[in-house]
């Protein structure tokens, strides 16, 4: 089908040739062969009067037009693809769809772990490719390489909707056998005395919130060790005098696992917000609202199990009140 003169499936060459900037990584992903995909540029090169791919040493680059085009022709490409994918209905119990989500390994672990279990009851044949975020993930996010993304308030990308989910605080994990085992809190001047260990995480060495406000406020933390994950924290913490600052529930959660002591954070560090972000051509796609509302419900499970505990924490008596009590109990029976 032609349109301007334009044969259409050219496009999918295109975009192609505009993203791998090679004939033989062309042709690979098309299924193509050399020939045919070299034939295919020829068209192009003819149609646009421009050369697109050119030479240059032992690589190619775009030629100025080349450039321009890579956005509008991925944009099409997933209009098209938004198009093709619309049903009367959507039913998840038999849908084969995969979603390429992208998140950091806390969200994996204390959110996208639940929505993975339910969605396997609720939508068995479904798939799930779990990446961590990156450099790369705003330019993914746009050209489609990832269809949904996990990532806090502050690294949300402009111009594509976003919901958000929840809410968390940061709390401090120390040995339970190191210096801090007695302590039912940390001073500043403790905190900052300390060494830490801190996470930067993405191929970029992407610093986390509370170090990105900490470096707002100048004030810094002595980075003894920097894990590229938070998972890996504990593993590090473990048998040492360091404390690691991390979010609320992964550090409860960690906690509960390790030999590890959770203490309040004792500097003011803003709570922070996850939201789950998609391309806007995707909008209305129904699977992409289906993952949206499991999000929600999810999250909404997540904020009432908080509400029931911190129930509990306030009807549970405070640990001094119980030695108090049984300090009273000796000097009556004296």
């Avoid at 979010?247 to 560090?269: E, G, N, S, Y």
């Avoid at 922070?272 to 609202?289: A, C, I, M, Y």
Wanted: aromatic share 8%; glycine share 2%.
């Amino acid at each position: 089908m032609r349109f301007n003169k334009l044969d259409l499936n050219q496009l999918v060459v295109l975009d192609a040739l505009l993203s791998t900037r090679s004939v033989s990584k062309s042709s690979e992903r098309l299924f193509l062969s050399q020939p045919a995909t070299s034939c295919a540029l020829a068209r192009l090169r003819e149609y646009f009067e421009d050369d697109l791919l050119v030479s240059v040493g032992k690589t190619n680059a775009l030629t100025p037009l080349g450039s321009s085009l890579i956005k509008p022709v991925r944009d099409v490409l997933l209009q098209v693809q938004t198009i093709t994918r619309v049903r009367p209905s959507f039913d998840p119990s038999t849908s084969t769809r995969k979603f390429t989500i992208e998140s950091s390994d806390y969200v994996i672990n204390i959110f996208l772990s639940e929505v993975i279990r339910r969605a396997s009851v609720l939508a068995p044949m479904m798939e799930f490719d779990l990446r961590s975020i990156s450099p790369q993930t705003p330019d993914n996010l746009e050209n489609g390489d990832a269809e949904i993304l996990v990532i806090p308030h502050y690294a949300t990308i402009q111009g594509h909707p976003k919901e958000e989910l929840f809410e968390d605080k940061f709390s401090c994990l120390v040995c339970t056998n190191g210096i801090f085992k007695n302590n039912e809190e940390l001073t500043v001047d403790e905190y900052f005395d300390a060494n830490h260990i801190s996470v930067e995480w993405g191929g970029g060495r992407r610093i986390t919130f509370d170090t990105r406000v900490l470096s707002a406020s100048n004030k810094h933390r002595k980075q003894t060790v920097v894990a590229p994950s938070f998972t890996l924290v504990p593993e590090l913490l473990v048998g040492t005098n360091m404390i690691a600052t991390l979010p609320h529930r992964l550090a409860v959660k960690i906690a509960k696992q390790f030999t590890l002591k959770l203490l309040p954070c004792p500097v003011d560090i803003p709570k922070f917000t996850e939201h789950v972000q998609w391309h806007k051509f995707r909008d209305n796609d129904p699977s992409v609202l289906w993952l949206r509302q499991l999000f929600q419900e999810v999250a909404t499970s997540i904020k009432e199990r908080d509400a029931e505990s911190e129930k509990a924490d306030v009807k549970r008596p405070a640990k001094v009140n119980n030695l108090q009590t049984g300090a009273a109990k000796k000097t009556r029976q004296r």
